[in-house]
């Protein structure tokens, strides 16, 4: 079974400029994730996707990110202007059926690291 | 803002010995789950634990829960080096849909 992917890997931005991820969930997997983590620090959920719908973006800062999932299947998380503050792995991740089934296991990608100069 | 507290936040050993790790979190829960997070492999999951549950095993994986002190641990018995990784508990909160919480890790190195 593949995993999630994710691309790219690796990103080196300058501050300001504008950068976006690509995350495919596994195949069949309704509920799909992007986390923030800093180094050091535990991944930080931005935003939760249910099919193409959004569950929870609480904190995901609105002014200048934004992501979407098309047809309840890839998500783009995209930030503009990046901030040095945004240097961190952005992780996709999916699970089967997500909010309403308990302890539903999620399966993360390898992740995006991101460097903003 | 993270729910679940790691303690320690680093742990060293020799190979052979057991880590215990433990994960405190502050509001109600439906479930408990540990991932491991190394560069090799990234985030997996490892076990997960029912609010109604006490004790759990997997391979060399013992997890406790004890809801009345809001707290969790996580045994790794017989260690290895290839273990060494940071490990986090996440929970589900018992809200109107469940959200997962990562705390900030405890990071394991087993020497061999």
């Known amino acids: 079974e593949a995993g999630v992917a994710q691309s790219p890997r690796y990103k080196i931005i300058e501050k300001r400029q504008s950068v976006a991820f690509w995350c495919n969930p596994i195949s069949g997997h309704a509920t799909l994730y992007w986390y923030q983590q800093i180094l050091g620090q535990g991944p930080k959920l931005l935003i939760q996707?249910?099919?193409?719908?959004?569950?929870?973006d609480s904190q995901l800062p609105k002014d200048r990110f934004s992501a979407e999932r098309l047809k309840g299947v890839d998500s783009t998380l995209k930030i503009q202007p990046a901030k040095l503050e945004d240097s961190a792995v952005y992780l996709c991740a999916s699970s089967l059926d997500g909010p309403r089934r308990e302890g539903d296991t999620q399966y993360f990608g390898p992740g995006t690291r991101l460097t903003v100069l | 803002s993270q729910q679940g507290e790691e303690d320690p936040q680093a742990l060293s050993i020799q190979e052979g010995e057991n880590a215990t790790m433990n994960c405190s979190y502050k509001?109600?829960?439906?479930?408990l789950q540990w991932y491991r997070q190394n560069s090799g492999r990234g985030l997996v999951h490892l076990i997960l634990i029912r609010s109604n549950e006490r004790e759990k095993h997997s391979g060399r994986l013992r997890v406790t829960l004890d809801t009345s002190k809001k707290s969790s641990s996580l045994l790794i018995t017989a260690s290895r080096a290839a273990d060494t990784a940071s490990y986090f508990c996440a929970t589900d909160d018992s809200g109107g849909y469940q959200k997962v919480t990562f705390g900030i890790g405890t990071k394991l190195q087993v020497i061999p």
């Open positions: 996707f249910q099919n193409n719908g959004v569950v929870d």
């Open positions: 509001t109600s829960i439906n479930n």
